[in-house]
């Protein structure tokens, strides 16, 4: 097992300690630019921004870094930092949802620095995870005024990922009637397919189909989860007619594989539950 599988458990999970980032990805350690960066060029040293992210309770529990063929970049090529809440009152199970912080960066010149916030469900303990929405990035190159930059992103991230960890308590404890869960299916639907065509063949209950025994319940963390899944993963049958010839065709929605449009159709979803979650209380 890797070290970055072992801190990265939902059992036994810690924090990486400062030798084994060192080791696992040197770049993370940078404060200045590649040589071959030219003066335009502003290095944002990663360990810094850990810093500040740990006095907000977020520390780095796994790192990645890409390989160079060139041994004069190794130390501040592209890298990735996967960070989280360590609670030892907090016993996962596989499931539960957490959120997590993913800071990418390089200096140089093979990344812009990006921080990450998103919602995960845990598939197993050893640490792997599904992704269930993106909630904020920030993305910053390395020109101009990046400091401020960096410290306006990264507090306006940690904002959303503050709302995140307790959106599933929250939103678990709001029932929804049939008529809002109508409405919310409606707007999902709109969301996802336009107003077009589709978008009206495709019936509702649809939309609110659940794909599993646990996600039947009417709360409206649980109709989020399975509304989401309905949508991206595709699958859902549909019947169109054609007005010249009156035949009808059976058609199934595509699932959503680009990961601009999967964002995009995330965050849209998870502005409306959070709309409805404001109308509801």
Not at 28 to 38: L, M
Not at 148 to 167: F, H, N, P, R
Request: aromatic residues 8%; positive net charge.
């Amino acid at each position: 097992m890797s070290v970055y599988t072992n801190t990265a458990r939902f059992d036994t999970g810690r924090a990486l300690t400062i030798e084994e980032m060192q080791k696992l990805a040197p770049s993370i350690f940078s404060v200045d630019k590649h040589e071959s960066r030219s003066q335009k060029f502003k290095p944002i040293p990663t360990i810094t921004i850990l810093e500040g992210l740990q006095k907000e309770g977020f520390v780095p529990v796994g790192v990645k870094q890409s390989n160079s063929r060139d041994e004069h970049k190794r130390n501040f090529t592209k890298h990735l930092v996967r960070l989280r809440r360590i609670d030892d009152n907090i016993k996962y199970q596989v499931g539960d949802t957490v959120c997590e912080i993913l800071l990418k960066n390089a200096n140089d010149g093979t990344s812009a620095y990006e921080l990450m916030a998103g919602l995960f469900r845990i598939a197993c303990l050893n640490s792997l995870v599904v992704q269930k929405g993106t909630l904020e990035s920030t993305k910053i190159y390395h020109s101009g005024n990046v400091q401020d930059k960096v410290i306006e992103g990264t507090y306006k991230v940690l904002e959303q990922a503050e709302y995140a960890l307790s959106a599933p308590q929250d939103w678990s404890k709001i029932i929804l009637s049939n008529e809002e869960k109508q409405a919310y299916a409606e707007s999902a639907k709109i969301i996802r397919f336009g107003e077009g065509e589709l978008s009206e063949t495709i019936r509702n209950f649809k939309i609110l189909h659940p794909r599993r025994a646990e996600d039947k319940n009417d709360d409206l963390w649980t109709v989020f989860n399975r509304v989401q899944e309905n949508v991206i993963k595709g699958g859902i049958t549909f019947k169109t007619t054609n007005e010249e010839t009156n035949q009808t065709r059976n058609g199934t929605t595509r699932q959503i594989k680009s990961i601009d449009q999967d964002i995009k159709l995330n965050r849209a979803l998870w502005q409306l539950t959070k709309t409805m979650a404001e109308l509801k209380k």
